[in-house]
Each structure stands twice: as C-alpha cells, then as structure tokens.
C-alpha cells in the first residue's frame, strides 16, 4: 500500500510543480504577502465548515447502518478517518516541504470535494430498503478518502510556521485553531439546515453542502493563496517517504516529549469527541441516556461547542500567547479538560443537561488553550526545513490517538454511559504530567543548533 501510495504521489508530483513551479532566488527572498494569514485562516475555516456539517451526524448515520451492539462496527468508522491521517500526514508534509504547501493543500481541498460528494451518495443509498450494508460501505470509503484528504492540515500549520517568527509562533497556531472553532459552529448550523424536520434522519444534504464548501475553499487556494515555502527544501529528500529523516526528526528528545505528550492528551480528549453524539442522542446501544436530543438539537449543540472553541482560542488564547509560554497554557488546558471531564460524568449520574452543557464548556476551553500550545511548542522544536514532515508526525499521533481512543470509548459507552468520561479524566491526569515534562526539556531549535 505504501508503494502504490508513493508512486501516486511521485506523480502528482510532476504535476503539481506545473501549477506551482519552484521559486527564483529573487521570490525566494520575498515574505509571504501580507494577507497570506488571512487567506489560509479563510481556506481552513470554509473546508472546516463542511467537516464541521458531517462529524456531529456521523455516528447517528453509522448507528442506523449497523445492527452491531457491541460498537466495533461504529468504532472502526469513526477511527477509518484518523487511520489514514495517522499514514499520510507526514507524506503530505514532506512533499510540502519539497514541492511548497500550497499545491499540497489546494489536492487535499479537491479530494475534500470528491470524498464529501460520496458521502452524500451513500446517504442516500444507505436510506434504501436492504441497502443499509451497501451504505456502511460507501460510508466507510468516503471517511477512508477524507482522512487521506484531511491529512493536510499539517501543511496548513507548516504555512503557519513559515509565515510567522518564534514568538508569534503560538498566536499563529491559535489563529488555525480558531478557522476550526468558526468552522465548527458554522458547519453544525448548516447541518441543522439540512435537517428535515426536528426529529427526522438527515439526508444527503450534509454530504453535497459539504463538498460544495470544499469547492470554494479549493477556488480560494487556487486565485488567492500565496506559496510560503522561501527555500527550495534543500534538505526535503528527493523521497517522499524516507523512514531515516523520519527517525532523525524524532531522535531529537525534546520533540519526541512534546510527540508523547500529545499522544496521551489527544487520547484522552478522543474518548469524549468520539462518544458525545451517541451519549446525547442516544442510540441502538444508547437506549437509557438521559438526554435524547433531537437531530437538530445534536447540531445546535456542536456548533455551541465550536462557538467556545473559537471565542477561547480568538479571545483569550492569542491574547496570552507570546505573553504566557506554550507550557503553561498546556497544561492550564489540561487542568480545565480533567475538571470538565468529571464534570460531564456527574451530568450523566445526575441526568443534567443543564450542567452538561456547562461541562461542554470547560471541556472545550481546555482543548482551545491545550492543543494550539502543543503545536506551538513542537514547531519551534523542530528544524524549519523538516517543519513540514514533523507536523505531519504530530497530526499522524494526534491521528493514532483518536483510533485508540475512538476504540475504546464507544465500547466503554456500552458498559456504562460515564465511564468513557472518567477513563478521559484519567489520562488526562497523565497527560497533565507529560506536558510539565516536555515542556520544562529541551529549547527552541535554533537555541539547540547554536549549542551543537
């Protein structure tokens, strides 16, 4: 599979250095133009807005396809998109570290629209008597493909750290952070819009309004997106997989830290993202929740989810970074996600909806404050000509995170509807440590550098 996937790549290699031919010394010594920020933070938000439409239905769609009490089936679903990031989110940024990011990102963007479009058709398939096993399929190969397309967000936080100096490093991460929070409240809205009637299934709608959005984004790489890469990735090897630049990228302590930090962290926080449309709809294996929303309450739900997440990351995080280092916003976010984790446990044991949604809250202003830290603090570790391909290791551990934990949060919501939430807490408790740890070893790359 990796073979086959390195010569597709090689030749849209060749391809894509038509529509982006290698720069002159003379453009090489230009800075990103000065609406560069704007214009990947308006690419990311509008490509978010279609993700933001299908992942809060996701689970509900799957739990109508299967007749599987145990929740593999739906398990495996939710972790099939994270399976192919964790594989192709370093590839994507190596070759954007060869190639430049911005041809990277406009063939995530088009296979956004492609895969987006099919996930409409197996809606509507699915939605057929005995075709429901057909549908699953369908459904299994549009996340498939959008994970492969998604994998790119890496590049996009690459374009981030090419465009910004060490120390706006951490309000540039947070504006990427950000596009995800408006891209998240916008998108759920326009999931509730393609919602019938209160109580009704969804139909196809989220999938082609998604893949429209994509389109969009697509036109907005194409005509306004300027290249950020300066340099010509000398040190980009000519393969875009090369297992030995991978191992150099992570033998470096301080970055293999933040790695496993991220790792215990992104898990944690997995076993509630991938539980919490089961948990408030309910479902075949979530008959006794106390909550039972509606379709369209599911949406409006996530979109308060993305509104706190945009309003704590574009109003508080970017105000403190720079002023309050990576560290100890990680682990302030930390803090918050162990409280509200135990939060939306008592909620569950007190059937509250009310202290859900406040739980909701903490949950989200933790990950705002927690995750673009991480990112941060990992950019400014790492070489700023392998940038591209350690974020993509970052993306591919956030990636594995979410398998393992989407694996084992569903099942844990079968044994018991708060027992996904504790087990978050616990970890978290873990991560919270590994973050103190990683965050007080090591120093920024260049520092590194003038020591060696």
Known sequence: MLRAGAKILGLLVALLRRINPPMTTESQSESPKKGSLLVIFLTV???????????????????????????WQLGLLMASFSAMQLIFAPMWGRLSDRIGRRPVLMIGLAGSVVFYSLF???????????????????????????????????????????????????????????????????????????????????????????AGLSAVALLLAVFKLPESRRKGGELAARKVFDFGEFRRAISVPSVALVLVAMFVCVFSFANFETTLSLLIKGGTKTMNTPFKLSWGQVCLTYAYIGLTLALVQGGIVRRMAGRVNEGTLAASGALLEILGFVLIAFAVELQSIGLLMGALAVVVAGFSFMQPSLNSLLS?????????????????????????????????????????????????????????IASRSGSDYAQESTRL
Request: zero cysteines; hydrophobic letters at 50%; aromatic letters at 8%.
């Open 45 to 71: 938000f509008i490509d978010l807005l279609g993700f933001g439409m299908v992942l809060p239905l996701l689970p509900i769609y799957a739990d109508q396809y299967t007749m599987d009490e145990a929740g």
């Open 120 to 210: 409409g058709v197996a809606t509507i398939i699915g939605n057929q008597p005995d075709m429901q096993a057909t549908g699953l399929l369908l459904l299994f190969v549009a996340r498939i493909g959008a994970g492969i397309a998604g994998a790119t967000i890496s590049t996009a936080q690459a374009y981030i750290a090419d465009s910004t100096s060490l120390e706006n490093r951490p309000k540039g991460m947070a504006l990427v952070g950000m596009a995800f929070g408006l891209g998240f409240t916008f998108g759920p809205l326009l999931g509730f819009l393609a919602v019938p009637t209160a109580d009704s299934p969804p139909g196809p709608a989220p999938g082609f309004v998604a």
């Open 380 to 436: 400014r570790r790492s070489d700023p000509e392998r940038q591209g391909m350690v974020l993509g290791v970052g993306q591919s551990v956030n990636s594995l995170s979410r398998i393992v934990g989407s694996a084992v949060g569903i099942p844990l919501l079968g044994v018991h509807l708060a027992l996904p939430y504790y087990a978050a807490a616990g970890l978290m408790g873990l991560g919270l440590i590994l973050v103190i």
